[in-house]
């Protein structure tokens, strides 16, 4: 899969490029990341993308022209490209939509910064509108990165060994409790039935701590 990002802050991508999973399957070639400076579609000498709103108020505005310029050159290598745009007003990231991104051959990811991008490049350029969550942040970046992970985990090769993880939610459930060594600390016991050897046994009480963990932390992931 190849994701191209368009931002004002390429360099916040090292930290999913050269780093963990997502690193190692780019080496092995499953993943690519291509960052784009959205400033050299600027048509200034001082690069500006931005400009004051129409009808007043604070903040800026990012511009049509670089955006539109920006995504039509990168729709030049790739005509079948999905271009997504990270947004509080978004349909909300889930496993179920990481899982369907994950079957595309090409996403390509808009990064806001200010006020966001002018609307009538939601209207013409972007395809879908996907959000992280109910809450102000300063960027579309983090939301991007957020993507390419829970993207990216679904790809096939692309996490080493069978997730454990993965399985748990993918039945819409929390995690069970990990313990490791030692045995004991501070007076706090490792469940007895982890050291039993009885694999059966052990697969049995971590589902049932699965459910009970969603039924006490996460009423709402429980399916009707
Ligand atoms: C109004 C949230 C504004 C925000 C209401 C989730 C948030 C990108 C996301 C904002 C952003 C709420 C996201 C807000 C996001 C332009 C630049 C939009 C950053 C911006 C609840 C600022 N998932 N936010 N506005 O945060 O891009 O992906």
């Avoid at 200010?114 to 939601?122: C, H, T």
């Amino acid at each position: 899969m190849h994701f191209d990002v368009i931002t004002l802050f390429p360099e916040m991508f090292s930290a999913i490029k050269d780093e963990g999973v997502i690193a190692r399957s780019i080496k092995k070639s499953l993943l690519s990341i291509n960052t784009w400076q959205l400033r050299d579609f600027s048509d200034n000498k001082h690069r500006n993308i931005d400009d004051a709103p129409y009808g007043g108020g604070a903040g800026m505005v990012m511009q049509v022209k670089p955006i539109r310029d920006c995504i039509n050159k990168i729709k030049q290598n790739n005509p079948k490209t999905k271009v997504i745009y990270l947004s509080p007003q978004g349909k909300k990231l889930s496993h179920n939509l990481a899982k369907e991104l994950s079957a595309l051959d090409s996403l390509t990811l808009l990064c806001g910064r200010y006020e966001g991008v002018d609307e009538r490049v939601i209207e013409h350029d972007v395809d879908m509108e996907i959000s992280i969550g109910d809450y102000v942040i300063s960027g579309g970046e983090l939301g991007a990165m957020v993507l390419i992970d829970a993207v990216s985990r679904q790809i096939p090769g692309v996490l080493g060994n069978q997730d454990s993880l993965n399985d748990s939610f993918a039945n819409g459930l929390l995690d069970y409790p990990h313990y490791t060594r030692p045995e004991v600390i501070n007076d706090q016991v490792v469940p007895e039935i982890l050291l039993s050897g009885h694999q059966a046994n052990i697969d049995a009480w971590r589902q049932d701590q699965s459910i009970q963990n969603t039924q006490k932390k996460r009423k709402d992931l429980i399916k009707k």
